[in-house]
């Protein structure tokens, strides 16, 4: 079992629509939590970023973090068709980010 | 990131090649990574270095080599390329005590 596993995806959603992505881990050493936008043919660029558990808003997004469940979560409200992107969430520990496999958002006009 | 520079940007090679890619920053970040790329596996990381004297393995070193030359460049050698090395490979920066990665646009290569 990979240490950060990702909904494989893709997703298409319409625009407005809320979207929800997901990831779990399964290393308890990881210490901080982040999601990166991937455009096409650009490198990762960072999201959202957070130490604990429980939410942290930014704009439209939201990132949430459950450390007893393992669990985190992307939540985009109101989306839009410049979120279409391939998502990744990564866990991190001592300076080093384990990624999941990333999910790909089409968001439909 | 323009702060973050790849070269090539684009590479098609022949089995049994060696091949350098070249990472250079000016965000003056001490720890400098290398990662690959594939669809469906996500980013995986091959070596990472935390200042010019310190070198370590990721999850994926056989087959890769890394030099540090100096604080901003960062250097990754297929020593003699192979087929499942075709891979988007990128390069990210970080500065010490802060755990956000900063990216390298990457470098699309190609091993017939």
């Known amino acids: 079992q990979k240490e950060v596993e990702q909904d494989p995806g893709p997703l298409s959603v319409p625009e407005g629509a809320i979207v929800s992505l997901n990831c779990t881990y399964s290393?308890?050493?990881?210490?901080?939590f982040m999601w990166y936008r991937q455009y096409s043919r650009k490198g990762p660029e960072l999201l959202m970023y957070?130490?604990?558990?429980g939410n942290k808003e930014d704009g439209r997004f939201t990132a949430q973090v459950d450390k007893s469940s393992k669990y985190i979560s992307l939540f985009i409200r109101d989306s839009q068709p410049s979120d279409s992107a391939t998502y990744l969430c990564a866990c991190g520990a001592n300076s080093k980010l384990t990624f999941g496999k990333g999910i790909t958002l089409s968001v439909r006009p | 990131d323009a702060d973050v520079t790849q070269t090539p940007r684009n590479r098609i090679t022949k089995t049994g090649k060696r091949i350098m890619l070249e990472c250079s920053q000016t965000?003056?970040?001490?720890?400098m990574y290398w990662y690959r790329q594939d669809p469906g596996l996500g980013l995986r990381l091959i070596y990472y270095s935390f200042d010019v004297k310190d070198i370590n393995k990721g999850e994926i070193s056989d087959g890769y080599s890394v030099s540090r030359q100096a604080q901003a460049k960062f250097s990754l050698s297929l020593e003699s390329a192979i087929p499942n090395q075709t891979a988007l490979y990128f390069c990210?920066?970080?500065?010490?005590?802060?755990?956000?990665?900063?990216f390298g646009p990457g470098t699309r290569l190609t091993v017939l």
């Open positions: 965000k003056g970040h001490d720890r």
């Open positions: 290393n308890s050493a990881f210490q901080y």
């Open positions: 957070t130490y604990s558990s």
């Open positions: 990210a920066t970080s500065e010490i005590g802060l755990s956000e990665q900063f």
